[in-house]
């Protein structure tokens, strides 16, 4: 008898605390299915029920330039979100501003040059270069040595010795020197003036007040419709003028599938440009891309397909920076150029 009520007690006490379980963990008859079906099913309808996990968002910092079409194009196609990244475009007004926001870890990535990933760079990895961007092409330069009308320059020899408006330190110094020793012009025959704002370098250019300068596309084919000349451009030269995405290698680090994503949708846009530039007009008026008195006759260029700056380039471009005491260190292209994350 003394058993008997033992045992009726203990399974009291039981059912007792089996209805008064701890509000945080759920009572372990709720994972049992009411059909009897086996745990295993259970659980995965459990799984499939689940939301799926939000698509990351990469911050991209843009600069009204061609270069940043295809990623316009693949945003009005809906391609990022096919691909599963949320893209937020950061408009900036200048590269400083841009480079500003990259440090500040502001903007994820951005259109921009190897020599801005070199200096980034220089003591530590921050930036990768993953893909070109945008890259001259026989058929279309993407920067271009102007001469004023009232110059009287037509070719390169009549730049000897003649000052060109520039913006110092960037890729724009680069091109036009590199451009000049092709056509055999010395060290001292290449002399470059600070103009940093485009806008400044084209009216003093229109003007006469400054003799050349040189201008980005579709810049340069502005000043050409205002009377400048063009001297040079680097649609013989590709391997200076061209620019490319890059992201924060801690960006990169955390959410890979994110930057190949946004990669595979640039890439199909790409396609989409190449195939068809007059139907994305609306996008180079809508984000101020083009000018508008160029609209209607301007032609867009070929973009590149997947693929990453050569160590061979990387190495040229260092050695101007080292030469312009812009950098004493040798910067890794191995650490730099990361060709891993391409369709």
């Known amino acids: ?5 033992l045992f009726v007690f203990v399974l ?26 086996p745990a295993a099913e259970s659980a995965t309808e459990v799984a499939t029920e689940a939301p799926a996990a939000e698509a990351a968002t990469l911050k991209i ?14 945003q009005q196609e809906g391609l990022f979100a096919k691909h599963g990244v949320n893209v937020e475009f950061v408009p900036v007004a200048s590269a400083p501003e841009r480079d500003q926001l990259l440090a500040a870890g502001q903007a994820d990535g951005a259109v921009n040059e190897i020599l801005a990933d070199m200096l980034f760079n220089k003591e530590k990895v921050k930036m990768q270069a993953v893909r070109y961007a945008l890259r001259p092409s026989e058929s279309a330069g993407h920067f271009f040595i102007i001469a004023s009308a009232k110059s009287g320059i037509t070719d390169a020899q009549g730049l000897k010795g003649v000052e060109i408006g520039v913006s110092q330190g960037t890729v724009i110094e680069y091109v036009t020197e590199r451009l000049l020793q092709a056509e055999g012009l010395t060290q001292d025959d290449i002399k470059t003036i600070a103009v940093p704002k485009i806008p400044d370098r084209m009216a003093l250019l229109a003007s006469g007040e400054l003799n050349a300068g040189t201008l980005p596309d579709p810049l340069g084919a502005l000043a050409v419709q205002q009377g400048a000349v063009i001297v040079l451009d680097d649609s013989k030269h590709p391997e200076y003028g061209f620019s490319v995405l890059s992201f924060r290698k801690e960006v990169i680090d955390a959410n890979p599938e994110a930057v190949k994503g946004f990669l595979a949708a640039v890439e199909e846009a790409v396609e989409l440009v190449n195939a068809d530039a007059k139907k994305y007009t609306n996008v180079l008026s809508d984000q101020k891309i083009v000018p508008p008195p160029l609209l209607e006759t301007y032609k867009v260029p070929p973009f590149p397909t997947a693929g990453v700056p050569t160590e061979e380039e990387w190495n040229d471009a260092l050695a101007w920076a080292k030469g312009k005491n812009m950098l004493t260190v040798d910067v890794s292209y191995a650490d730099s150029v990361n060709a891993t994350l391409l369709p």
């Open 12 to 37: 009291a006490l039981g059912l007792i605390l089996g209805a008064c379980g701890s509000p945080t963990t759920p009572a372990l008859i709720e994972t049992v299915p009411a059909t009897g079906a």
């Open 61 to 74: 910092a843009v600069l009204p330039i061609i270069d940043t079409l295809p990623m316009y194009v693949a």
């Open 1 to 5: 008898m003394r058993s008997y009520r």
